[in-house]
């Protein structure tokens, strides 16, 4: 029985134009360092281009010679608008007016994602795959894998470049990890999240 193994990350660091910092360069480069032992059949980023600079920062760094693709089904969307009742008291406000069209078509988005990359490969052999993209994406794959009510992705945030891994054999997913950031420096944890004390 093959099995998919997603590596899933954040984009690195990015200014307010949506392009790469230094900070976020030297993240994706140090991903794609912890990642370069691993037989790497592809690299997946979303259109945006902070996840796209990221993707090629961390394919220069594998040995596998993989392909690195865009995959529109990556991109930052909102991947399901909770009603009222499950909308927690904090996340009112940035729902509060938001457009129901918009909404429909981020939940077309969640669910071409979850069809492309949250399922066992069809071949035989075990596929590796890495998928640069934003925080609701990520949320919205790891609550599918633990078969969550869809407004449980609202609140799992992962700091850039932290690395995410779920594997999919026939019949069941498993998490691996979720927002691991051993691969960076102290100094360059943490980003993409408000600043606050971190362990």
Same mark, same amino acid.
């Given at each position: 029985?093959?099995?998919?193994?997603?590596?899933?990350?954040?984009?690195?660091?990015?200014?307010?134009?949506?392009?790469?910092?230094?900070?976020?360069?030297?993240?994706?480069?140090?991903?794609?360092?912890?990642l370069?032992?691993?037989?790497?059949?592809?690299?997946?980023?979303?259109?945006?281009?902070?996840?796209?600079?990221?993707?090629?920062?961390?394919?220069?760094?594998?040995?596998?010679? %993989? =392909?690195?693709? *865009?995959? +529109?089904?990556? @991109?930052?969307? !909102?991947p399901?608008?909770? /009603?009222?009742?499950?909308?927690?008291?904090?996340?009112?406000?940035?729902?509060?007016g938001?457009?129901?069209?918009?909404?429909?078509?981020g939940?077309?988005?969640?669910?071409?994602?979850?069809?492309?990359? %949250? =399922?066992p490969? *069809?071949? +035989?052999?075990? @596929?590796?795959? !890495?998928?640069?993209?934003? /925080?609701?994406?990520?949320?919205?794959?790891?609550?599918?894998?633990?078969?969550?009510?869809?407004?449980?992705?609202?609140?799992?945030?992962?700091?850039?470049?932290?690395?995410?891994?779920?594997?999919?054999?026939?019949?069941?997913?498993?998490?691996?990890?979720?927002?691991?950031?051993?691969?960076?420096?102290?100094?360059?944890?943490?980003?993409?999240?408000?600043?606050?004390?971190?362990?």
């Amino acid at each position: 029985m093959a099995t998919r193994h997603l590596y899933i990350a954040r984009h690195g660091d990015a200014d307010a134009f949506g392009e790469l910092t230094d900070t976020g360069r030297e993240q994706a480069r140090l991903l794609g360092q912890r990642l370069a032992h691993l037989p790497i059949d592809a690299v997946w980023h979303s259109p945006l281009p902070r996840a796209a600079d990221t993707a090629q920062q961390v394919v220069a760094q594998l040995r596998s010679g %993989a =392909s690195v693709a *865009e995959a +529109a089904e990556l @991109v930052d969307h !909102v991947p399901y608008l909770p /009603t009222p009742e499950e909308t927690p008291r904090a996340w009112v406000r940035f729902f509060d007016g938001y457009d129901l069209a918009e909404a429909a078509a981020g939940n077309r988005i969640a669910q071409s994602l979850t069809a492309r990359f %949250a =399922s066992p490969p *069809e071949q +035989a052999d075990d @596929v590796h795959e !890495v998928l640069i993209t934003h /925080t609701y994406p990520i949320a919205w794959l790891i609550r599918d894998a633990l078969d969550a009510p869809p407004a449980r992705w609202l609140g799992l945030n992962s700091a850039n470049t932290a690395l995410t891994v779920i594997e999919y054999r026939p019949g069941i997913s498993g998490i691996t990890m979720f927002n691991d950031m051993s691969h960076l420096p102290a100094e360059l944890r943490w980003t993409g999240f408000p600043n606050a004390a971190r362990p």
